[in-house]
């Protein structure tokens, strides 16, 4: 079992910067590739960013190319979502999910593919 704590949520103007992370405990951090996914209001849940066990490969929908960067630091059993350019449809609950993947160097996009799951931190951006 791993146990996922979301922090670093909160209101921003449009155009601002936040960092998300989230800390795991329970289990190894480095035998799980980890991802960041969100939920708006009235919306289904969406694939943010993934990054692999080693840190090595990264993975990122389109809608955040360019202004979000996921990250890990297998020391401290954390992985972060540094958010940047933020806009109002940036706004929703962001969840981090962990994937037990054998593959060193895996990233998935798909929430059945995430064993774990946070309790989520509201982001919300102002206009």
């Known amino acids: 079992q791993v146990q996922l704590v979301e922090s670093g949520g909160g209101l921003v103007q449009a155009g601002g910067s936040l960092r998300l992370s989230c800390a795991a405990s329970?289990?190894?951090?480095?035998?799980?590739?980890m991802g960041w996914f969100r939920q708006a209001p009235g919306k289904e849940r969406e694939f943010v960013a993934a990054?692999?066990?080693?840190?090595?490969?990264?993975n990122y929908a389109d809608s955040v190319k360019g202004r979000f960067t996921i990250s890990r630091d297998n020391a401290k059993n954390t992985v972060y979502l540094q958010m940047n350019s933020l806009k109002p449809e940036d706004t929703a609950v962001y969840y981090c999910a962990a994937d037990d993947t054998r593959a060193p160097f895996t990233v998935r996009t798909h929430l059945a593919d995430y064993d774990y799951w946070g309790q989520g931190t509201q982001v919300t951006v102002s206009s």
């Open positions: 990054i692999s066990r080693s840190g090595a490969s990264t």
């Open positions: 329970g289990r190894t951090f480095t035998n799980y590739a």
